[in-house]
């Protein structure tokens, strides 16, 4: 089971509350601004002394609070309380100046009381509604690390550009098995290496979807539990790769709480981003290359476009997997020379993400097993797959996709590994990347799971089926999957 830290590193003042999603300073404005509000209702005698008290601690946390970066959703909450303020200080004011003090009549007082009070409430709604991401800590034996690095490969020209120049370039993140650092350390920026890279795509995946950028700002304030160049776990064993694939429009980081369970247990995981396809990708020279992918409109057109670009992410993943071999041999000097075991390889991903998986592992018999994340199975399905291969879907039904069953079943169906499709009860597409801990617990959007379900689940079955296979732990497959949803075990087709 994982451990909840107490909350999202972005200040220590702006620690986030858990279950209230907001930081102390914001809880104190919204208690603060509602006492503002009852005080035109309480005993005559008390209301100078709590009118005072509540309007001093308003503007502290108030000012707390800007200072550290104002959140949208503490805007209606300040909105109600300078709406409150001067009917709540107005007759403070007439009292001094020996004024007869001036009171709103209680039927006209009422009304207002309550627009105000609505306003205020609307901030906590917001914040539970789209909170800072709160990353549940990893439950493994070792501490994370993390760092980015940036590959070309020189034998592929960038087929997104017509420059004959360009040349296929991808980002990628490791997360590693990590000596534990010291209490205090700062960890590592979600979404990105920096404050204004993770802004930069936090906007762009909002865009995406067709958000506004400012709902989800409170992402890019997040920090996960992984340290940037923590120094790699030191007893000098050899951990097995798993590369990981993000959906369409998805980015390197979107499985951030899985990628950081798995490191703990002692995986070493390699997420792409894959560029024109991800949101957007920010270069090492500042450089930042935003999608160019998108819907025709036209399901049948959709379908070849999309095993077109799964095509494109297959080939990262081999090159990204080449890349680690060289990594592993000493090629280049690295923290992580003669520590990866790339003779235990898996291959993953997220929707899109997952197809490519498919994809790879068909194409690449350097990946032992295949982990599909809610992803149709874009392109051919020859030739058949030959690894272990793990399918976890949201439940697949006609009015899902009356293609997406048959054609899973006929990918995992065909191959000559056994393959394990686990349909997770109350899971939604998104509940298979980090969406359930910041977006609104809407079942159609994030399923029924919960925030810290809904992760805890899916790296809970992925680590199951990743420890028998890479790591031969003993235990049936069969027998253990079922406790995270309901199991459909596809045999080996006996060949003639």
């Given at each position: ?90 007759p403070l004011l007439r009292r001094r100046t020996a004024r007869p003090a001036w009171r709103a009549r209680w039927w006209l007082a ?252 068909r194409n690449d018999r350097r990946f032992d097993a295949v982990v599909d994340l809610d992803g149709y199975p874009h392109g051919p ?116």
């Amino acid at each position: 089971m994982w451990r909840r830290m107490p909350g999202a590193e972005y200040g220590r003042v702006n620690e986030i509350i858990p279950g209230l999603n907001m930081s102390l300073p914001e809880v104190l404005a919204v208690l603060s601004a509602v006492v503002l509000v009852v005080a035109r209702w309480i005993p005559p005698a008390a209301r100078p002394r709590v009118t005072i008290a509540a309007g001093a601690l308003l503007l502290l946390s108030a000012t707390v609070v800007s200072a550290a970066g104002i959140r949208w959703q503490v805007v209606p909450v300040l909105a109600g309380a300078a709406l409150a303020l001067p009917f709540a200080v107005s007759p403070l004011l007439r009292r001094r100046t020996a004024r007869p003090a001036w009171r709103a009549r209680w039927w006209l007082a009422l009304p207002g009381s309550a627009v105000c009070i609505g306003l205020i409430s609307c901030g906590p709604v917001a914040a539970w509604a789209f909170p800072v991401p709160v990353f549940p800590e990893p439950s493994g034996d070792f501490a994370v690390g993390t760092r980015v690095v940036q590959w070309t490969d020189p034998r592929r020209p960038e087929t997104f550009t017509a420059d004959p120049d360009d040349l296929r370039t991808v980002v990628v993140q490791l997360w590693y098995p990590a000596r534990k650092s010291p209490a205090g350390t700062q960890r590592a920026q979600y979404l990105g290496r920096t404050e204004q890279e993770a802004r930069t795509v936090s906007d762009a995946l909002a865009h995406g979807v067709g958000l506004p950028g400012f709902l989800i700002d409170g992402v890019p304030r997040a920090r996960t539990h992984a340290v940037v160049d923590a120094p790699v776990e030191g007893t000098g064993g050899r951990f097995p790769v798993v590369l990981f694939s993000p959906g369409s429009g998805g980015v390197r980081t979107q499985n951030t709480a899985w990628a950081e369970e798995l490191a703990s247990h002692g995986y070493v995981v390699a997420a792409l981003d894959h560029p024109y396809d991800s949101s957007a990708v920010v270069l090492a020279d500042g450089r930042t290359i935003t999608t160019e992918i998108s819907s025709s409109g036209d399901r049948d057109k959709d379908e070849e476009l999309a095993a077109g670009w799964t095509a494109v992410r297959t080939a990262d993943l081999g090159f990204v997997l080449t890349r680690l071999e060289g990594l592993d041999r000493g090629e280049t000097a690295d923290p992580l020379n003669g520590r990866l075991d790339t003779g235990r390889a898996a291959v993953t991903g997220h929707s899109m993400g997952g197809a490519a998986a498919l994809q790879a592992a068909r194409n690449d018999r350097r990946f032992d097993a295949v982990v599909d994340l809610d992803g149709y199975p874009h392109g051919p399905t020859s030739p058949s797959l030959t690894q272990p291969a793990l399918a976890l879907t949201q439940a697949v039904t006609p009015g899902t996709d009356s293609r997406y069953l048959p054609r899973l079943t006929e990918a995992l169906g065909s191959a000559t590994a056994t393959s394990y499709r686990l349909t997770v009860p109350g899971a939604a597409h998104l509940t298979f990347m980090d969406g359930p801990l910041y977006l609104p617990p809407v079942p159609a959007i994030v399923g029924s799971l919960g925030r810290t379900e809904s992760p805890r689940i899916v790296a809970a079955a992925t680590l199951a089926f990743l420890d028998t296979v890479l790591k031969e732990k003993p235990g049936d497959l069969a027998g253990v999957l079922p406790a995270y949803g309901d199991l459909t075990v596809h045999r080996p087709v006996q060949r003639p």
